[in-house]
């Protein structure tokens, strides 16, 4: 990945993810990387080129390319292209950030950034580990996947 947010991104048509729609896709718009992904917060630097699967709207995604600065490139990527419409619309401004739609099932990328993260993505997908697998091959040798997601077992129903 060139240095300077140069994100040279292609579209890529996604057809394997659950959608989301309607009221559901506000949550998205209010998430933020401290507080959504505090793992990822941790690891993102200055200069560095991140990949964003499951972007939504791309409040996590602006988040990161705050984090790596105009150095860096943050590539928010989506299945949805309502959701990356929304994206680009409020958040294309941002030097350095760019959002595209694909299936995370065929991403396009080998060994092209630092850090790929997922948030709250693998419970949408029937193959989580096909998906996992793309995203480790689009990252550097030495980079990070990093994955956060709903943990199911720590639900509780009243009444059972």
């Known amino acids: ?14 057809t394997s993810r659950a959608k989301l729609s309607g009221k559901l896709t506000n949550a998205l718009d209010a998430r933020t990387l401290a507080s959504s992904n505090p793992g990822l917060a941790e690891v993102v630097r200055a ?8 972007c939504g709207t791309g409040a996590i995604t602006r988040g990161i390319a705050e984090a790596v600065g105009p150095l860096g ?6 299945n949805d292209p309502a959701l990356i419409a929304r994206a680009r ?16 099932y065929s991403l396009p990328y080998e060994e092209r950034f630092d850090v ?6 693998f419970v949408w997908l029937a193959d989580p580990l096909r998906a996992l697998l793309r995203m480790r091959a ?3 040798v030495g980079g990070l996947v990093v994955v956060t ?10 009444p059972e």
Request: charged content about 20%.
């Open 1 to 14: 990945m060139s240095s300077k947010g140069d994100c040279g991104m292609e579209n890529h048509q996604a």
């Open 47 to 54: 200069g560095m080129a991140v990949l964003d699967v499951g």
């Open 73 to 78: 490139c943050a590539v928010g990527f989506d």
């Open 89 to 104: 619309s409020a958040h294309g401004g941002v030097p350095g950030l760019a959002f595209e739609v694909g299936d995370v």
């Open 116 to 121: 790929a993260a997922g948030s709250r993505l």
């Open 138 to 140: 689009a990252v550097q």
């Open 149 to 158: 997601d709903y943990n199911h077992e720590k639900i509780r129903w009243e």
